[in-house]
């Protein structure tokens, strides 16, 4: 079954707080766990992916830093902040009542 985009796009900030809530991750390894995660059904694309670093970064959420992965080119990690962390489970707390509220209103299920 196919999701829109649309449907995703809303959630992409909390996608990628919830991955760096797992550890400190650089974009290319985030949409590869969105991938793998989603069956290679989901993954970001590198603008999109790019613009919410930046909006994310400035709102203090995420910090980011060069990584010293050895020969080639560097990487740019991105660590979620303690602010992140509180937004990240403001917006899971949202995600769960907004889940509630849908599954109660498309139900065929009587009340």
Same mark, same amino acid.
């Given at each position: 079954?196919?999701?829109?985009?649309?449907?995703?796009?809303?959630?992409?900030?909390?996608?990628?707080?919830?991955?760096?809530?797992?550890?400190?991750?650089?974009?290319?390894?985030?949409?590869?766990?969105?991938?793998?995660?989603?069956? &290679?059904?989901?993954?970001?694309? /590198?603008?999109?992916l790019y613009t919410a670093?930046? =909006?994310?970064?400035?709102?203090? %959420? !995420?910090?980011?830093?060069?990584?010293?992965?050895?020969?080639?080119?560097?990487?740019?990690?991105y660590a979620i902040t303690?602010? &992140?962390?509180?937004?990240?489970? /403001?917006?899971?707390?949202?995600?769960?009542?907004? =889940?509630?509220?849908?599954?109660? %209103? !498309?139900?065929?299920?009587?009340?």
């Amino acid at each position: 079954m196919s999701i829109s985009s649309d449907t995703l796009r809303g959630h992409t900030d909390t996608i990628i707080l919830t991955q760096l809530m797992r550890g400190d991750s650089y974009g290319y390894a985030i949409n590869k766990s969105v991938q793998q995660r989603t069956s &290679g059904g989901h993954g970001f694309k /590198e603008a999109t992916l790019y613009t919410a670093f930046k =909006r994310l970064e400035t709102a203090g %959420l !995420i910090t980011s830093y060069w990584g010293e992965d050895g020969p080639g080119a560097r990487r740019r990690y991105y660590a979620i902040t303690e602010a &992140g962390r509180r937004q990240w489970e /403001e917006n899971f707390q949202e995600w769960q009542t907004t =889940r509630d509220l849908l599954d109660a %209103l !498309i139900s065929l299920e009587e009340v």
